[in-house]
């Protein structure tokens, strides 16, 4: 049979190429490595080679016609010989989720007239409620404690608080000597870093309050339980109780943290979660953290600063799995440097009680028990769907273990009830993801069609100094048996990173080898969480390493290191070695 000829992916987020010349006709010879065909993405003309010889027998899609990757485009063979089907045909898609949704993406009746219950009002919440009102929908949210979630409250914004105070405690020791600022007597006010913590909590959540006043969505101080599909009983904060439903429903209950089953953790006072360590009354001198990952990480960074002694422990043999492992190397070599130990292979076996707080009994990579005493034990070892409460079963919404299954346009498989965030079952735990979730599901409510796509999803650390990563790692590309090139520019050639923080850290682009197509962005250095937007919005456009080349970027900023990557990456560099 002839060979079947497909549209190529021609980039990592590319679903569909435009044919814009034919090389070669029906009827021409073609031989291996001869251009056949001219394919337009959004941004790039590419030319498709032949992989085999023989004759154009047919053509299927014309000039100017949008095929789908894995559409059929053409037929090569020998004259005379069978040929497919002569529709372009579409890469089957893969299912989001194991059931078909039984809801139409948009409703029947005009947004005007939609009613919207938003259960929680963390920043996948608020954010979903907000675009539903502004679609028209009439909208309340039930929240039971605190609107702005957990994000606002015991999450992000209270960690880059800590985190901000302690950079400057860092900055003033080890910095200011060495440019001309001397300073003498040093001392960290802890309850005064908690209180500012507290103050930019309550500006927030204020902030959101007024939002959703701005965009009259009502507000309901209770908590909400499926008693029915689209049924909820609210029990609100006066004590009574109200059955409610709506035309659509979204979930947006979020996360909460973690508890090990470790033996001794539950009754010791001195083991706390990352709610526990952003409310202390008082400086500890030891913390043991007990995880390696993002909130662990980040918090002992913070700790670390202020003076006390940090210990972590890990059962896996690396941390931060999320980050690109030279990123890591970074990160740590910088953490040890700031006087934190780390103990890696080292699974928990107990905690007992100590005189100093508590004793963290593991086992070490060589089978021996050890031991780590500290004043606070911070266990920081993931978190969980916050929806142990909904009675998920009696909404008939299917759940991963309490974590709710949706498909891109986040339904449920209940018609009309969608969910958000945290409590979703295959996404990332983030804040902004939420969000993004949150106006994909009040678009789908109010007819317009929007789907979800991670791809373009940062990855932020806050450690010192902080990291950010969007996009393929070089350990995923090797897992794919992508073909790649990387492009790699210090922190320490850069002026204005030597000015900030001495010139810690790098850039690391990634892109396909054939196309130069951005594949991933690492990033670790000072305002790497800022800048790593550039490498999410080059996925998210099918940029190219000469697209970012040919950007002027401005002179001094610390945004000059992604062109010098991507210039790295084309043995082009000008500020480093390009070997």
Request: glycine share 12%.
């Amino acid at each position: 049979m002839a060979y079947e000829l497909k549209m190529p992916q021609l980039g990592l987020t590319m679903e569909e190429g435009t044919v814009s010349k034919w090389v070669k006709q029906e009827g021409d010879t073609i031989k291996v490595g001869d251009v056949i065909v001219e394919i337009t993405t959004d941004k790039l003309t590419n030319e498709v080679a032949s992989e085999v010889e023989g004759t154009m027998l047919k053509i299927v899609a014309q000039e100017g016609d949008d095929v789908p990757v894995k559409g059929t485009l053409a037929w090569i063979g020998q004259p005379g010989e069978q040929i497919g089907g002569a529709a372009p045909v579409a890469a089957p898609a893969a299912p989001a989720v194991p059931f078909a949704p039984a809801a139409p993406a948009a409703p029947a009746k005009a947004a005007s007239d939609t009613s919207v219950i938003v259960i929680g009002g963390g920043p996948g919440g608020y954010v979903a409620a907000i675009r539903a009102a502004q679609l028209g929908a009439k909208v309340t949210v039930i929240e039971k404690e605190h609107l702005g979630g957990t994000c606002l409250n015991v999450g992000c914004i209270p960690t880059k608080c800590l985190l901000h105070s302690a950079e400057l405690v860092e900055d003033i020791k080890n910095q200011g000597p060495d440019i001309g600022v001397k300073v003498t007597g040093v001392e960290v006010d802890f309850p005064q870093v908690i209180k500012h913590k507290n103050d930019i909590s309550a500006k927030l959540t204020g902030g959101v309050a007024g939002l959703l006043k701005m965009n009259k969505v009502k507000k309901v101080d209770g908590e909400a339980t499926f008693v029915g599909e689209k049924k909820l009983s609210v029990k609100k904060a006066d004590g009574t109780t109200e059955e409610m439903t709506a035309d659509a429903i979204i979930v947006a209950t979020g996360s909460v943290n973690s508890q090990p089953p470790i033996p001794g953790l539950k009754e010791n006072p001195n083991c706390i979660d990352s709610t526990g360590a952003l409310s202390l009354e008082k400086l500890p001198k030891t913390m043991v953290v007990i995880g390696g990952g993002v909130i662990g990480l980040e918090l002992a960074c913070a700790y670390a600063a202020f003076g006390t002694k940090i210990t972590v422990v890990e059962a896996m043999d690396h941390m931060l799995p999320m980050l690109d492992g030279d990123l890591t190397k970074i990160g740590v070599a910088h953490m040890k440097k700031m006087g934190m130990e780390f103990n890696l292979e080292c699974p928990v076996q107990s905690v007992e009680p100590s005189p100093v707080g508590a004793k963290v009994v593991c086992k070490n990579k060589a089978g021996e028990t050890v031991s780590f005493e500290a004043e606070k034990v911070l266990v920081a070892i993931g978190r969980r769907a916050n929806t142990a409460s909904l009675n998920l079963e009696a909404g008939g919404i299917d759940n991963d273990r309490g974590r709710i299954i949706v498909n891109d346009k986040m339904q449920t498989n209940v018609p009309g009830v969608y969910a958000i965030g945290d409590c979703v079952f295959g996404h990332a735990q983030l804040a902004h993801t939420a969000s993004a979730m949150g106006e994909v599901a009040a678009e789908n409510i109010c007819g317009i069609e929007a789907t979800y796509d991670e791809k373009t999803n940062p990855t932020c650390v806050y450690i010192e100094p902080e990291a950010a990563s969007v996009g393929l790692t070089e350990e995923q590309c090797k897992a794919q048996g992508i073909e790649y090139k990387v492009g790699k520019f210090p922190m320490s050639a850069n002026g204005k990173a030597l000015i900030l923080n001495g010139g810690e850290g790098l850039v690391k682009i990634i892109a396909g080898k054939e196309y130069g197509e951005i594949l991933g962005m690492h990033i670790i250095g000072p305002r790497a969480t800022d800048l790593i937007a550039e490498g999410a919005l080059a996925i998210g456009e099918e940029m190219t390493l000469d697209e970012i080349i040919n950007t002027i970027h401005s002179h001094p900023t610390v945004t000059e290191t992604m062109r010098e990557a991507a210039l790295q990456a084309e043995k082009r560099a000008i500020h480093t070695s390009n070997k």
